[in-house]
């Protein structure tokens, strides 16, 4: 079965500090990749998203994203984050025969002013 | 409308009650998601239709779960027998298609004393 994980939980920065949050997947095939933000008090929206071509995909506010296919990651990035950056980040995956969105269990952005 | 509307947005209600949850999709949108995320863990995938096809039912944790969609409308969650452990936030999401560009709603939080 596809699983996503994500190994930090909660991750303190300063403003203007570089972020790098993990996500890796179990499946072997073609898979589409996500990252969803929720925002305090906001809905879950999507950040960017991976289907094919170019393995560095960049979403809105200037983060980024990296497929690594032999390393099944796709770690999200930042260069300098800002406060209001602070959020939950979660990575999901789907195969490209599934009709569904595998979701990891979220990171905890905080950001200090 | 222009978002994906959920009902009601937090409901409390007595262990062994049922309780019906409501998801209004985006106009137009032929998929339809319910995910459920208890405390600090991610979303776990519940069901998904697909306009007029047979749904993935593939998550519902238990028989106490069902859903029905109309066509391309509203969709309702339905937990008979509640438990304790079904307190968590119900999300539903739609898409315009199988390709997993969700718009979430903002949930519906159950708590089941």
Known sequence: AQSVSQHNHHVILSEAASLELGCNYSYGGTVNLFWYVQYPGQHLQLLLKYFSGDPLVKGIKGFEAEFIKSKFSFNLRKPSVQWSDTAEYFCAVRSSSASKIIFGSGTRLSIRP | ?113
Do not use: M
């Open chain 2, 1 to 113: 409308g222009a978002g994906v509307s959920q009902s009601p947005s937090n409901k409390v209600t007595e262990k062994g009650k049922d309780v019906e949850l409501r998801c209004d999709p985006i106009s137009g949108h032929t998929a339809l998601y319910w995910y459920r995320q208890r405390l600090g863990q991610g979303l776990e995938f519940l069901i998904y239709f697909q306009g007029n096809s047979a749904p993935d039912k593939s998550g519902l944790p238990s028989d106490r779960f069902s859903a029905e969609r109309t066509g391309e409308s509203v969709s309702t969650l339905t937990i008979q027998r509640t438990q304790q452990e079904d307190s968590a936030v119900y999300l539903c999401a739609s898409s315009p298609d199988r390709e997993g560009l969700y718009t979430f709603g903002s949930g519906t939080r159950l708590t089941v004393v």
